[in-house]
């Protein structure tokens, strides 16, 4: 069946450091691939996706390439900041029944220090 | 903006009880979810639904059950509330993708119901 395998975590960097967060995936057809990501005391929002194979998701300075030859999926950002900490999760979608369901990788917290 | 509403941000329960969570969205999506968020199991489908009065059980469906009978509306129900379904409790609506690739659409997520069954 279809699986998500993230980094665990925690993960904890200084600011301005560079983020690499590591996602393999498992699946049959061709799925979309998202991250997510879930501030303190909040819900889950989505932070990029990508929908076909060597599609980039990019926002807000992260960045992620969707790449079928190696089923992965890492979540990059150049610089981070305190208000990146967070709890990220990989997430792909698959065809289930008459919907698309998202299956949810474990989550890595992300702790950035000042 | 789209938006997900649960009926309650923290819970507590006895053992035994019967336990009602309440999910509206205000876009007209047709897929509904709930999943439950555990540390380090990440998030588990518990059930979802594609339509009006349609479900399906997710991943660990045993000991729940759900409604939809409004579009807007779905309702995660706990039959009899024991201390392993102490929990974080997500919903999140999604709309039926219209475009070639079925897969694509994201979800969008509630705030969450924190559950405590004592």
């Known amino acids: 069946g279809n699986s998500v395998t993230q980094m665990e975590g925690p993960v904890t960097l200084s600011e301005e450091a560079f983020l690499t967060i590591n996602c393999t995936y498992t699946?049959?057809?061709?799925?979309?691939l998202f991250w997510y990501v879930q501030y303190p005391g909040e819900g889950l929002q989505l932070l990029l996706k990508?929908?076909?194979?060597?599609d980039k998701g990019s926002n807000k300075g992260f960045e992620a390439t969707y790449r079928k030859e190696t089923t992965s999926f890492h979540l990059e950002k150049g610089s981070v900041q305190v208000s990146d900490s967070a709890v990220y999760f990989c997430?792909?979608?698959?065809?289930?029944?008459?919907?698309?369901?998202?299956?949810f990788g474990s989550g890595t917290r992300l702790s950035i220090r000042p | 903006d789209v938006k997900v509403t649960q009926s309650s941000r923290y819970l507590v329960k006895r053992t035994g009880e019967k336990v009602f969570l309440e999910c509206v969205q205000d876009?007209?999506?047709?897929?509904m979810f709930w999943y439950r968020q555990d540390p380090g199991l990440g998030l588990r489908l518990i059930y979802f639904s594609y339509d009006v009065k349609m479900k399906e059980k997710g991943d660990i469906p045993e000991g729940y059950s759900v409604s939809r009978e409004k579009k807007e509306r779905f309702s995660l129900i706990l039959e009899s509330a024991s201390t392993n379904q102490t929990s974080m409790y997500l919903c999140?609506?999604?709309?039926?993708?219209?475009?070639?690739?079925?897969?694509?659409?994201?979800?969008?997520f509630g705030q969450g119901t924190r559950l405590t069954v004592v």
């Open positions: 699946a049959t057809g061709y799925p979309s």
């Open positions: 990508a929908t076909k194979a060597d």
């Open positions: 999140a609506s999604s709309p039926r993708s219209t475009g070639p690739n079925p897969m694509n659409t994201e979800a969008f």
């Open positions: 997430a792909l979608s698959g065809r289930y029944s008459s919907a698309s369901k998202i299956i």
């Open positions: 876009m007209d999506h047709e897929n």
